[in-house]
Protein backbone atom coordinates (compact mmCIF):
# COMPACT_ATOMS: atom_id res chain seq x y z
CA UNK A 1 0.00 0.00 0.00
CA UNK A 2 1.25 3.60 -0.81
CA UNK A 3 0.52 6.86 1.33
CA UNK A 4 0.64 8.99 -1.69
CA UNK A 5 -2.72 10.58 -0.40
CA UNK A 6 -1.62 10.82 2.66
CA UNK A 7 1.59 13.07 1.73
CA UNK A 8 -0.57 15.53 -0.47
CA UNK A 9 -2.75 15.75 3.09
CA UNK A 10 0.77 17.00 4.67
CA UNK A 11 1.60 18.88 1.21
CA UNK A 12 4.58 18.30 -0.73
CA UNK A 13 6.86 21.70 0.49
CA UNK A 14 7.21 19.74 3.98
CA UNK A 15 8.31 16.73 2.39
CA UNK A 16 10.98 18.68 0.48
CA UNK A 17 12.11 20.76 3.47
CA UNK A 18 12.39 17.59 5.92
CA UNK A 19 14.54 16.14 2.39
CA UNK A 20 16.76 18.68 2.63
CA UNK A 21 17.49 18.32 5.86
CA UNK A 22 19.12 15.21 5.13
CA UNK A 23 20.93 16.52 2.53
CA UNK A 24 22.45 18.84 4.78
CA UNK A 25 24.58 16.44 7.09
CA UNK A 26 27.17 14.37 4.72
CA UNK A 27 28.56 18.05 3.43
CA UNK A 28 28.60 19.82 6.87
CA UNK A 29 30.14 17.05 8.30
CA UNK A 30 32.56 16.84 5.65
CA UNK A 31 33.17 20.42 5.27
CA UNK A 32 34.18 20.04 9.07
CA UNK A 33 36.63 17.05 8.46
CA UNK A 34 38.23 19.19 6.76
CA UNK A 35 38.17 22.12 8.21
CA UNK A 36 39.32 20.47 11.66
CA UNK A 37 41.99 18.84 10.02
CA UNK A 38 43.60 22.23 8.74
CA UNK A 39 43.32 23.95 12.45
CA UNK A 40 44.79 20.95 13.85
CA UNK A 41 48.28 21.03 13.96
CA UNK A 42 50.19 18.13 13.64
CA UNK A 43 46.81 16.22 12.46
CA UNK A 44 46.92 12.58 11.70
CA UNK A 45 44.05 11.36 9.45
CA UNK A 46 45.29 8.01 9.67
CA UNK A 47 45.88 7.72 13.41
CA UNK A 48 43.86 10.21 14.68
CA UNK A 49 39.74 10.54 15.88
CA UNK A 50 37.38 12.24 13.73
CA UNK A 51 37.07 15.00 16.59
CA UNK A 52 40.77 16.14 17.01
CA UNK A 53 39.68 19.75 18.59
CA UNK A 54 39.24 19.18 22.31
CA UNK A 55 39.31 22.45 23.81
CA UNK A 56 38.27 26.32 23.25
CA UNK A 57 36.92 28.14 20.28
CA UNK A 58 36.64 25.48 18.32
CA UNK A 59 36.07 22.79 20.75
CA UNK A 60 32.62 24.89 20.44
CA UNK A 61 32.33 25.00 17.06
CA UNK A 62 32.56 21.39 16.88
CA UNK A 63 29.97 20.74 19.56
CA UNK A 64 27.84 23.17 17.22
CA UNK A 65 28.55 21.12 13.99
CA UNK A 66 26.84 18.19 16.04
CA UNK A 67 23.89 20.08 17.45
CA UNK A 68 22.97 20.81 13.87
CA UNK A 69 23.30 17.41 12.47
CA UNK A 70 21.37 16.40 15.18
CA UNK A 71 18.32 18.63 14.28
CA UNK A 72 18.89 18.03 10.52
CA UNK A 73 18.49 14.35 11.22
CA UNK A 74 15.57 14.73 13.61
CA UNK A 75 13.78 16.80 10.40
CA UNK A 76 14.84 13.49 8.36
CA UNK A 77 12.87 11.76 10.70
CA UNK A 78 9.60 13.05 10.28
CA UNK A 79 10.31 13.25 6.46
CA UNK A 80 10.29 9.68 6.62
CA UNK A 81 6.95 9.81 8.73
CA UNK A 82 5.59 11.49 6.07
CA UNK A 83 7.20 9.91 3.23
CA UNK A 84 7.22 6.18 3.36
CA UNK A 85 4.41 3.88 2.76
CA UNK A 86 1.29 2.37 4.79
CA UNK A 87 1.87 4.16 7.83
CA UNK A 88 0.27 1.35 9.32
CA UNK A 89 3.47 -0.75 8.97
CA UNK A 90 4.38 -1.57 12.56
CA UNK A 91 8.11 -2.09 11.39
CA UNK A 92 8.03 1.70 9.52
CA UNK A 93 7.20 3.30 12.68
CA UNK A 94 9.29 2.06 14.98
CA UNK A 95 11.92 2.63 12.33
CA UNK A 96 10.83 6.33 12.34
CA UNK A 97 10.95 6.13 15.67
CA UNK A 98 14.66 4.77 15.78
CA UNK A 99 16.06 7.88 13.27
CA UNK A 100 14.04 10.19 15.59
CA UNK A 101 16.11 8.91 18.85
CA UNK A 102 19.26 8.98 16.72
CA UNK A 103 19.17 12.17 15.60
CA UNK A 104 18.08 13.47 19.41
CA UNK A 105 21.19 11.22 20.64
CA UNK A 106 23.38 13.35 18.13
CA UNK A 107 22.07 16.87 19.44
CA UNK A 108 21.88 16.32 22.80
CA UNK A 109 25.77 14.83 22.49
CA UNK A 110 26.98 18.35 20.89
CA UNK A 111 24.24 20.06 23.36
CA UNK A 112 25.25 18.98 26.93
CA UNK A 113 29.08 19.67 25.41
CA UNK A 114 28.10 23.46 24.80
CA UNK A 115 26.66 23.95 28.10
CA UNK A 116 30.28 22.82 29.35
CA UNK A 117 28.80 19.53 30.50
CA UNK A 118 32.11 17.76 30.47
CA UNK A 119 33.86 14.86 32.43
CA UNK A 120 36.38 17.76 34.20
CA UNK A 121 33.16 19.64 35.68
CA UNK A 122 32.59 16.38 37.82
CA UNK A 123 34.34 15.17 41.06
CA UNK A 124 33.59 11.83 39.85
CA UNK A 125 33.94 10.78 36.45
CA UNK A 126 33.33 7.57 35.92
CA UNK A 127 29.42 7.88 36.25
CA UNK A 128 29.97 10.74 33.67
CA UNK A 129 32.33 8.98 31.23
CA UNK A 130 29.95 5.69 31.69
CA UNK A 131 26.60 7.50 30.66
CA UNK A 132 28.36 8.87 27.77
CA UNK A 133 29.61 5.49 26.51
CA UNK A 134 25.51 4.97 27.24
CA UNK A 135 24.03 7.84 25.34
CA UNK A 136 26.37 6.84 22.13
CA UNK A 137 25.53 3.08 22.56
CA UNK A 138 21.64 4.32 22.62
CA UNK A 139 22.56 6.34 19.85
CA UNK A 140 24.10 4.12 17.26
CA UNK A 141 21.76 1.03 18.02
CA UNK A 142 18.94 3.57 17.44
CA UNK A 143 20.67 4.25 14.23
CA UNK A 144 21.02 0.69 13.07
CA UNK A 145 17.83 -0.43 14.52
CA UNK A 146 16.35 2.21 11.86
CA UNK A 147 18.16 1.09 8.97
CA UNK A 148 17.13 -2.37 9.59
CA UNK A 149 13.47 -2.04 10.95
CA UNK A 150 12.79 0.30 7.71
CA UNK A 151 14.45 -1.56 5.07
CA UNK A 152 12.51 -4.90 6.47
CA UNK A 153 9.23 -2.97 6.67
CA UNK A 154 9.77 -1.98 3.10
CA UNK A 155 10.09 -4.92 1.77
CA UNK A 156 5.99 -5.95 2.14
CA UNK A 157 5.39 -2.32 0.87
CA UNK A 158 4.14 -0.94 -2.72
CA UNK A 159 8.18 -0.86 -4.44
CA UNK A 160 6.57 1.66 -7.13
CA UNK A 161 8.55 4.90 -5.64
CA UNK A 162 10.77 3.19 -3.32
CA UNK A 163 12.37 0.77 -5.71
CA UNK A 164 15.46 -1.19 -4.38
CA UNK A 165 15.54 0.74 -1.23
CA UNK A 166 14.79 -1.70 0.89
CA UNK A 167 17.46 -3.91 0.22
CA UNK A 168 19.78 -0.93 -0.10
CA UNK A 169 18.87 0.08 3.69
CA UNK A 170 19.29 -3.50 4.77
CA UNK A 171 22.67 -3.93 3.45
CA UNK A 172 24.22 -0.83 5.03
CA UNK A 173 22.46 -2.01 8.01
CA UNK A 174 24.33 -4.93 8.31
CA UNK A 175 27.97 -3.07 6.67
CA UNK A 176 27.23 -0.61 9.72
CA UNK A 177 27.12 -4.12 11.94
CA UNK A 178 30.72 -5.18 10.51
CA UNK A 179 32.55 -1.52 10.28
CA UNK A 180 31.16 -1.11 14.20
CA UNK A 181 33.09 -4.16 14.91
CA UNK A 182 36.02 -3.75 12.81
CA UNK A 183 36.35 -0.15 14.74
CA UNK A 184 36.66 -1.28 18.10
CA UNK A 185 39.05 -3.84 17.01
CA UNK A 186 41.33 -1.41 15.59
CA UNK A 187 40.65 1.50 17.82
CA UNK A 188 42.31 -1.43 20.33
CA UNK A 189 45.05 -2.64 18.79
CA UNK A 190 45.81 0.63 17.47
CA UNK A 191 45.32 -0.62 13.74
CA UNK A 192 44.82 2.83 11.61
CA UNK A 193 41.40 4.06 14.04
CA UNK A 194 41.55 7.29 12.38
CA UNK A 195 40.76 5.86 8.88
CA UNK A 196 38.31 3.04 10.24
CA UNK A 197 36.25 5.41 12.50
CA UNK A 198 35.78 8.05 9.24
CA UNK A 199 34.89 5.03 6.98
CA UNK A 200 32.03 3.96 9.71
CA UNK A 201 31.04 7.68 9.99
CA UNK A 202 30.91 8.30 6.17
CA UNK A 203 28.63 5.10 5.91
CA UNK A 204 26.44 6.22 8.80
CA UNK A 205 26.00 9.85 6.88
CA UNK A 206 25.51 8.32 3.43
CA UNK A 207 22.61 6.73 4.17
CA UNK A 208 21.14 9.93 5.73
CA UNK A 209 22.07 11.88 2.20
CA UNK A 210 20.70 8.92 0.34
CA UNK A 211 17.59 8.62 2.52
CA UNK A 212 17.33 12.83 1.71
CA UNK A 213 17.61 12.05 -1.88
CA UNK A 214 14.75 9.89 -2.21
CA UNK A 215 12.56 11.95 -0.08
CA UNK A 216 13.51 14.69 -2.38
CA UNK A 217 12.38 13.14 -5.42
CA UNK A 218 8.97 11.48 -3.85
CA UNK A 219 8.46 15.54 -3.37
CA UNK A 220 9.08 16.24 -6.71
CA UNK A 221 7.09 13.17 -8.14
CA UNK A 222 3.77 14.06 -6.36
CA UNK A 223 4.45 18.41 -6.63
Sequence with gaps: ??????????????LLFYS?????PMLLFAVWLIVAAIISPGYNGNSDYISPVTVGFYSTIQNLVFVVLGILSVGLGFGLRIGLP????????????????????????GLLALLGLLSENYLVIIP????????????????????????????????IIWGGYSKYSLATGVLFIILQ???????????YPGVSQRI??????????????????ISKQIS
Design 86 to 109: SPRNGMLKLGVWSVLIFGSGVFLG
Design 128 to 159: YNLLTVIGFAVTIIAYISGLLLIGWGLKSEDH
Design 20 to 24: ICGMI
Design 181 to 191: ILLIITIFYNI
Design 200 to 217: FIIILWVWILVTGVKLYL
Design 1 to 14: MDNTTDILIEKPYK
